[in-house]
């Protein structure tokens, strides 16, 4: 699973934690004027070319009975899915609204260096990463 697992999304600032961070901007908020800005899915998608692979050989792996190999094949798709999204911030495909200027003067006051939607320190865009569980 790629995403943000509630248990570690803490913020620094303690506030939202990451996850929901993440929900809201995936989701939008028409009430506080917030766009959708899905990022975990849309990358996922994008890139499943990259994915399939590594996810066919883990099935396989799991067929043939070797559990070394498919927990190696899904640590593999795991990074990448977790590389692609966290990239999906700065890829020009991602389609995300561009920021309003009243935005953009928040952001740059409250300290922020990258005047992009999503990225302020780079907290949420670094939270993501991937974990393998067990079913059942």
């Known amino acids: ?21 993440m929900y809201i901007h995936s989701n939008g908020s028409p009430l506080n004027n917030i766009p959708a800005r899905p990022v975990i899915e849309p990358a996922l998608e994008a890139n499943k070319e990259r994915l399939a692979p590594l996810m066919g050989k883990a099935t396989k792996a799991a067929m043939d009975g070797d559990s ?36 953009s ?3 740059r006051k409250k300290g922020a260096d990258v005047d992009k939607p999503l990225i302020d320190t780079g907290e949420l865009q670094g939270s993501i990463t991937y974990v393998i569980r067990e079913k059942g």
């Open 68 to 103: 070394a190999a498919m927990k190696q094949a899904l640590e593999n798709a795991g990074m990448v899915g977790q590389n692609v999204a966290q990239g999906w911030f700065n890829d020009p495909g991602n389609g995300f609204a561009p920021l309003k200027p009243e935005t």
């Open 105 to 107: 003067r928040r952001k």
């Open 1 to 21: 699973m790629v995403g943000i697992p509630e248990e570690t999304s803490e913020r620094e600032n303690g506030k939202l934690s990451n996850a929901t961070l």
